[in-house]
């Protein structure tokens, strides 16, 4: 158990990240042109009725006391109020993140899917006609932006096609994986293209590894081989990626939340941007970081779970 020593102070580490994280956003979004009471009152609004919102939302204290406030509500559990929706952060939030959560969860699970099955085949055919397909089609697939290969695949199987719902989320459990298909698909195989390059470049090592060639001696048959030594020895270096590209997984989130109008955190942030919507805006990048802390974190114990070698 002493491998596991690291969970006891890991998340002490975390806590600066999360202080940065929470300074670097309130900075950033002070930098954006406009001002909250003004875009929120429209372009009729008074001076009288813009210092009025102003003073209630604690627009007009000095910066540095306007942070200490959000590092205080934090520290209690709360992220303010929204400007926009006239709520608390943590219950807007709260009604938003479920969408969030099922799409990343579904997502990540349908692209290992998609790489496990591409990287064996690229592997156990090293050199040949199907590696080399698979290393261009995993090639491609990173060079295509989420939102261009949303539209394409909303043009082939929702315009032309009709299999698919367009866009929105749904009502009942049916309805909701129904609408999540695509928005699924869109990042899959985004990130399937990077998982599957990883794998293969891993399994490659491990089929020519000594624990591979003994087995082999002892007979055993090369699927064997495989799938009880080959395949789980790569999938350290898949975990570790899927950890470090958690950040890209979640800007493809917000994207193809827009793009499928997914009434999800993604669809909240840029909102609550081009609004003005300060607390919004932090709110939602402070639970993004802790999820991605959160990930990482996970990572860590999956990978010294999945090989004991490996001490953190």
């Known amino acids: 158990m002493h491998r596991y020593k690291f969970i006891l102070y890991r998340p002490l580490q975390f806590l600066p990240v999360i202080f940065g994280v ?31 919102i102003r003073a209630q939302y604690g627009l007009d204290e000095p910066l540095w006391l306007q942070y200490f406030y959000f590092l205080k509500n934090l520290a209690n559990g709360e992220m303010g109020k929204s400007i926009l929706y006239k709520i608390d952060v943590l219950k807007l939030i709260a009604t938003r993140i479920e969408p969030t959560i099922t799409l990343i969860v579904c997502s990540v699970f349908l692209s290992i899917l998609i790489a496990i099955p591409l990287a064996a085949i690229a592997a156990r055919n090293r050199g040949g006609i199907p590696d080399h397909a698979v290393r261009l089609i995993s090639t491609m697939g990173i060079g ?3 939102f261009w290969l949303a539209l394409m695949l909303i043009i082939l199987f929702s315009v032309k096609l009709g299999i698919v719902p367009v866009s929105g989320y749904g009502e009942n459990f049916g309805d909701k994986l129904a609408h999540l298909i695509l928005p699924c698909l869109t990042i899959a195989l985004c990130l399937s293209s990077v998982l599957t390059r990883s794998l293969r470049a891993s399994m490659v090592v491990e089929l020519q590894s000594d624990l591979a060639t003994a087995a082999r001696a002892r007979g055993m048959p090369e699927s064997i081989v495989f799938w009880r030594h080959v395949l789980p020895n790569s999938l350290v270096p898949a975990v570790n990626l899927l950890a470090v590209n958690i950040g890209w997984l979640i800007g493809g989130t917000v ?50 779970t999945i090989d004991p070698r490996v001490k953190l």
């Open 144 to 146: 295509f932006p989420p």
């Open 22 to 52: 929470s300074l670097i956003t309130f900075i950033l979004v002070r930098l954006i042109p406009g001002d909250p009471a003004r875009v929120l009152l429209g372009a009729r609004s008074t001076p009288a009725a813009i210092a009025n």
């Open 255 to 304: 994207v193809v939340e827009t793009v499928f109008a997914i009434p999800g955190m993604g669809q909240l942030l840029v909102r609550a941007i081009f609004s003005r919507d300060y607390m919004v805006v932090q709110g939602v990048a402070m639970v993004f970081a802790c999820g991605t802390v959160l990930v990482n974190f996970l990572a860590d114990i999956l990978t010294v």
